[in-house]
């Protein structure tokens, strides 16, 4: 596959400064578990806010975001995001202050990059017990709602391309159902410019779109779960048009 060289220079330069950061960050980290939660929560906020401008300064890769009056000022809830990439993992977890990410526990396995993870008080779930991770879900998922957290979910559980629908998980809408907090969808398109396991990052303008509110109370989780990926995916598809070029 044709590659331009000035891509694969920007994206291995990004790609060692990136790796280097965050050994030194998962250990400062490390170092700060003593600390109250909202101080270690900004030093990932730091280090989250560090990737994306790296990004935007080696790579060329900006982004944009659309209905920010969606989001509401004194409520909490759970956040549905399309899954394209790494950036929206970067993007969202710094965005939205003390978020709480669902995850599959072995993340928090991997080097460097996990242990950081983790002192921020991600939800980790055992995926192969299905019974009892989702009770441990809804579990600790209200108790960071109660707490005036987000609770951050992509409900497809892993990267898809853009133009594919992956499978839509029903647990992030269980969890709103059970606790009435409300879901807010976001749709982007960062896998244009940050594909699932590519190398090399492309120059452009990432697109986000924060959708209005979805209320679950007193309704039924596939209904919502329904709701939620209508939107996500017919607001997705008109962002997949060619990425604007930067050079």
Not at 117 to 137: E, F, G, H, W, Y
Not at 200 to 229: C, F, S
Request: some cysteine.
């Amino acid at each position: 596959m044709f590659c331009n060289i000035n891509d694969f220079i920007r994206s291995a330069v990004f790609s060692c400064l990136m790796i280097i950061i965050t050994i030194f960050y998962s250990f400062i980290c490390i170092l700060a578990r003593p600390l109250p939660f909202r101080y270690r929560y900004h030093l990932v906020t730091i280090y989250t806010q560090v990737i994306i401008g790296l990004l935007k300064i080696i790579c060329h890769v900006n982004y944009t975001i659309e209905g920010m009056k969606n989001i509401p000022k004194n409520r909490n809830g759970i956040i549905f995001s399309k899954h394209q990439s790494l950036w929206e993992t970067f993007f969202l977890q710094g965005f939205f202050s003390q978020s709480a990410i669902i995850l599959k526990r072995e993340l928090l396995w991997i080097p460097f990059f996990g242990w950081g993870l983790a002192t921020i008080d991600p939800i980790s779930i055992n995926r192969s017990a299905k019974k009892s991770a989702m009770n441990q879900l809804i579990q600790e998922g209200k108790k960071r709602l109660d707490a005036g957290r987000w609770i951050l979910v992509f409900p497809e559980g892993t990267r898809t391309p853009p133009g594919v629908v992956g499978h839509y998980h029903v647990g992030g809408a269980l969890l709103a159902t059970k606790t009435g907090y409300p879901i807010l969808p976001i749709a982007h398109n960062a896998g244009l410019c940050w594909p699932k396991r590519s190398f090399i990052k492309k120059p452009g303008m990432i697109r986000i779109v924060i959708g209005p509110l979805i209320e679950t109370k007193d309704r039924d989780a596939r209904e919502v779960l329904d709701e939620a990926k209508t939107w996500i995916e017919t607001a997705t598809t008109t962002l997949l048009e060619p990425v604007q070029n930067l050079h």
